[in-house]
């Protein structure tokens, strides 16, 4: 699953940024959410780097923003934490294959959430991270520098979300991934189902579900089915 979610985001890096010559929206919930991707997106930039033909061809590293004051602080705490070992030896909290995968220690992973949680940017072989915490006009200054714009909150209600949605929603050359939930009747859901409905006169950004990678919500009528098939349950309704 992890492979295909690489293969899949690859893709939408790919197509949108190095393709159409747009922008990669994400709208994210900044605890753990947020933080998977940028994990990911070191997976991708050390698995690019070993191909033959790199996506990353023209010269300069894959440029990402983290648009959200709380993922920010929450991805200090994560490098404070992420390297702690149990009795065995394994990572506490970290996922044991992910060094590997993206070619460095749980030390310099756990280096690089402080490093962004402290507002600095990073530099990486074929990638550059920069933490966003302000309003519009830091928002207008990472949508001008970014590729890839990673911002809460999740559904485009409120947040730097909101801003991004209605700035780069307008354009057919940008793509708006979903990462999480998005409730009915929220600004992210009313954009995606406009997107995706082909009797809709829908002529902005690109829509590209990738929920199913990252979530694991269930939604009111997963949560039913599993609620009306418990062993034992009898219904009063």
């Given at each position: 699953?992890?492979?295909n979610?690489l293969?899949?985001?690859?893709?939408?890096?790919?197509?949108?940024?190095?393709?159409?010559?747009?922008k990669?929206?994400?709208?994210?919930?900044?605890?753990?959410?947020?933080?998977?991707?940028?994990?990911?997106?070191?997976?991708?930039?050390?698995?690019?780097?070993?191909?033959?033909?790199?996506?990353?061809?023209?010269?300069?590293?894959?440029?990402?923003?983290?648009?959200?004051?709380?993922?920010t602080?929450?991805?200090?705490?994560?490098?404070?934490?992420?390297?702690?070992?149990?009795?065995?030896?394994?990572?506490?909290?970290?996922?044991?294959?992910?060094?590997?995968?993206?070619?460095?220690?749980?030390?310099?992973l756990?280096?690089?959430?402080?490093?962004?949680?402290?507002?600095?940017?990073?530099?990486?072989?074929?990638?550059?991270?920069?933490?966003?915490?302000?309003?519009?006009?830091?928002?207008?200054?990472?949508?001008?520098?970014?590729?890839?714009?990673?911002?809460?909150?999740?559904?485009?209600?409120h947040?730097?979300?909101?801003?991004?949605?209605?700035?780069?929603?307008?354009?057919?050359?940008?793509?708006?991934?979903?990462?999480?939930?998005?409730?009915?009747?929220?600004?992210?859901?009313?954009?995606?189902?406009?997107?995706?409905?082909?009797?809709?006169?829908?002529?902005?950004?690109?829509?590209?579900?990738?929920?199913?990678?990252?979530?694991?919500?269930?939604?009111?009528?997963?949560?039913?089915?599993?609620?009306?098939?418990?062993?034992?349950?009898?219904?009063?309704?």
């Amino acid at each position: 699953i992890a492979q295909n979610r690489l293969s899949a985001l690859s893709d939408v890096v790919e197509r949108t940024i190095f393709g159409k010559g747009g922008k990669v929206f994400i709208p994210s919930f900044s605890f753990h959410r947020a933080q998977e991707l940028i994990a990911d997106f070191i997976w991708l930039a050390e698995e690019e780097g070993s191909e033959d033909e790199p996506m990353f061809h023209d010269g300069r590293p894959l440029r990402i923003a983290l648009h959200s004051s709380l993922a920010t602080k929450l991805c200090k705490v994560f490098g404070q934490h992420l390297n702690a070992r149990v009795s065995s030896g394994k990572y506490q909290y970290l996922n044991n294959e992910l060094p590997d995968r993206i070619g460095m220690s749980g030390d310099q992973l756990s280096k690089i959430f402080i490093e962004l949680g402290l507002g600095r940017m990073i530099t990486l072989p074929g990638l550059e991270f920069v933490s966003v915490s302000g309003g519009v006009q830091d928002g207008d200054r990472a949508r001008d520098w970014a590729d890839v714009i990673i911002a809460s909150a999740g559904m485009c209600d409120h947040g730097p979300a909101k801003l991004h949605l209605e700035q780069l929603g307008q354009d057919p050359k940008n793509t708006l991934m979903t990462t999480g939930f998005m409730s009915a009747g929220s600004a992210g859901k009313r954009f995606v189902a406009s997107a995706l409905d082909p009797e809709s006169d829908h002529t902005g950004a690109e829509v590209v579900e990738m929920s199913h990678y990252y979530s694991a919500h269930g939604d009111q009528v997963k949560l039913l089915d599993h609620i009306f098939n418990l062993e034992g349950y009898t219904s009063l309704m």
